[in-house]
C-alpha cells in the first residue's frame, strides 16, 4: 500500500504544491472533456442496461440472455484491440472521416467496452425484486409501468447509481481507445497525462494525473462502505 499508493500521491501533491497558481490552462478543458464524455457515456449506458435487463426479464427469452452474456465479454477486450477492430470497421465502410468530426464513435466503442459494468450492477438490483413483488403489485391494480416508476426505480436507485458511477470513472481513466479514437483537438485527463509523461513534462502533468486518481478513488469507498454494510 505504501509503495503503490501513498508514495505515488505523496509525489503527486507535492508536484502540484511546486506548480502552485501557475496552472496550465488547458486543465479546465481537459477536464470539461473527461466529465462530459464520462457523464454522458455513463447515462447511455445505463439506460442501455436497463433496457436489456427488463427485457431478458419480462420476456425470459435465452436468446436475449444469451445477448446479454455475450455483452459482457466487451470489458475484457482491451482499449487499443478495440480501438484498431473500430478503425478496420470504419476504414472497409469509408466513413472513417467520422472520427475527426464528431464523438460518436468514441462513445460507440465506450459503450462496447463498459456497458457490462452497467448491465452487470442492474442485473444484480433485478434479482432483489421478486416476482411476487411483481405479482402483489399487479393485484392492487398496478399497471406496468406504473409499476416501474413506483416500484422497481426506487428499488433500484442504489444499482442504478453504483452502474453510473462505475461506467463513469472506467470513461474517464480509458487511455488506449481515447486515443485512437478521439476527434481532432478533443483531449481527456487521461490523454493529456500520457502527453506530458511522454514529453517528460512532470510538473504538468501531476494535477491532471491526481485528479484521475482521486476519481478512481470513489468506487473503493463505495465498495468499501458496502463491504461493512454487510459485516
Known amino acids: 500500500l505504501i509503495f503503490a ?10 508536484l502540484v504544491s511546486e506548480q502552485g497558481l501557475e496552472m496550465d490552462s488547458r486543465y479546465w478543458t481537459w477536464l470539461k472533456n ?3 464524455l464520462s457523464a454522458f457515456t455513463a447515462i447511455l449506458a445505463v439506460l442501455c ?25 466487451g470489458y475484457a477486450l482491451p482499449g487499443a484491440v478495440l480501438g484498431v477492430g473500430i478503425l478496420s470497421l470504419l476504414g472497409l465502410l469509408d466513413i472513417a472521416w467520422l472520427m475527426s468530426i464528431s464523438v460518436g464513435v468514441l462513445v460507440y466503442a465506450y459503450l462496447i467496452r463498459f456497458l457490462s459494468a452497467g448491465l452487470q450492477s442492474i442485473e444484480t438490483g433485478l434479482t432483489r425484486i421478486t416476482p411476487a413483488m411483481d405479482g402483489t403489485a399487479a393485484l392492487l391494480g398496478a399497471k406496468p409501468m406504473e409499476m416501474i416508476w413506483r416500484i422497481h426505480l426506487p428499488l433500484l436507485k442504489r444499482s442504478v447509481l453504483t452502474a453510473l458511477l462505475f461506467v463513469f470513472v472506467d470513461v474517464m481513466k480509458e487511455l488506449p481507445a481515447t486515443l485512437l479514437l478521439r476527434p481532432f483537438n478533443l483531449d481527456t485527463l487521461a490523454v493529456a497525462t500520457y502527453q506530458l509523461a511522454a514529453d517528460e513534462r512532470l510538473t504538468e502533468l501531476a494535477l491532471p494525473a491526481l485528479s484521475i486518481v482521486l476519481v478512481g478513488l470513489l468506487p473503493v469507498i463505495l465498495l468499501s462502505r458496502a463491504i461493512a454494510q454487510k459485516r
Open 49 to 73: 442496461a436497463l433496457f436489456l435487463a427488463y427485457a431478458a426479464r419480462l420476456t425470459q427469452s435465452k436468446t436475449l440472455q444469451g445477448v446479454n452474456r455475450l455483452l459482457t465479454v
Open 5 to 14: 499508493f501513498i508514495l505515488p500521491m505523496a509525489v503527486l501533491f507535492d
Open 34 to 36: 473527461s466529465l462530459s
